[in-house]
């Protein structure tokens, strides 16, 4: 069974930075097409390192399955639910996602 599980959410102060989790089971994480997603109030879901705009940053620990992101300097309009995604056995597996939340 494909779980993506997230966490690390939280609720932070414009500037301050996040490192928020996704830990996959169910298939490898090396070579696995895996990514970050957002979904803000109101708007529909963008994919994190384009929204991020080079403050954001994604790395991977593929003896853990774990994929991390990295958000610096978080602003007001960063305040999402963010979710893992992955695209494995011809299929799109979403995690629950986790809240993030700035405040100016």
């Known amino acids: 069974e494909v779980r993506l599980v997230e966490s690390g959410g939280g609720f932070v102060q414009a500037g301050e930075s996040l490192r928020l989790s996704c830990v996959v089971s169910?298939?490898?994480?090396?070579?696995?097409?895996v990514k970050w997603a957002r979904r803000g109030p109101g708007k529909g879901p963008e994919w994190v390192l384009s929204?991020?705009?080079?403050?954001f940053t994604i790395t991977r620990d593929n003896a853990e399955n774990t994929l991390w992101l990295q958000l610096n300097n978080l602003q007001p309009e960063d305040t999402a639910v963010y979710y893992c995604?992955?695209?494995?056995?011809?299929?799109?597996?979403w995690g629950q996602g986790t809240q993030v939340t700035v405040s100016s």
């Open positions: 995604n992955a695209n494995v056995f011809t299929a799109i597996y």
């Open positions: 169910g298939f490898a994480l090396s070579g696995s097409d």
């Open positions: 929204a991020g705009q080079g403050r």
